[in-house]
């Protein structure tokens, strides 16, 4: 089994409705991949204490996208391989994006982040091509095409 503190993923959608994604070479892939911006929960050294996944969703878009949202959903939660790992993924939904400026929180330093802004129908598309083909991605993308095809749905 491998021990995982959890993580975060958002699907960020901006004025203009498109999701904000990264694009990042990921070792374990091989290549690069097109992602929902998403990160691992922080672990106090001191106490152990695992950081609140509401905080840890606010930190994340920062740090990868440089936008804060006004408007913040839980989706919800699920397990990214429950047969061998701890690891559980909070889902959220974002919207109202602004820039953060000045005082932004950057990315890590051993993060290459490319910030790619595509409306999310395309994206949408782009998951079920195989163009984009991560596990937290495709949850993310999938959920905010059922939401949006319910009438009268409004996923903010």
């Not at 503190?5 to 699907?11: D, E, M, Q, S, W």
């Not at 982040?113 to 949850?139: C, F, H, N, T, Y």
């Amino acid at each position: 089994m491998a021990g995982h503190p959890g993580a975060v993923a958002i699907v960020a959608l901006d004025p203009e409705d498109r999701v904000l994604l990264v694009r990042q070479f990921r070792s374990p892939a091989g290549r690069t991949l097109l992602e929902i911006p998403a990160g691992t929960l922080d672990v106090d050294e001191t106490t152990g204490a695992i950081e609140d996944p509401d905080l840890a969703a606010r930190r994340e878009l920062e740090e990868e996208t440089g936008v804060r949202a006004a408007s913040w959903r839980h989706v919800g939660s699920f397990w990214t391989a429950p047969g061998f790992a701890t690891e559980l993924m909070h889902l959220y939904l974002a919207a109202e994006l602004t820039p953060a400026h000045a005082d932004r929180l950057g990315p890590d330093d051993d993060e290459r982040l490319q910030l790619v802004r595509m409306p999310w129908r395309d994206a949408v598309a782009a998951a079920e091509r195989g163009e984009i083909a991560d596990a937290k991605s495709l949850v993310g993308l999938f959920w905010l095409a059922r939401l949006r095809a319910a009438e009268g749905a409004d996923p903010a």
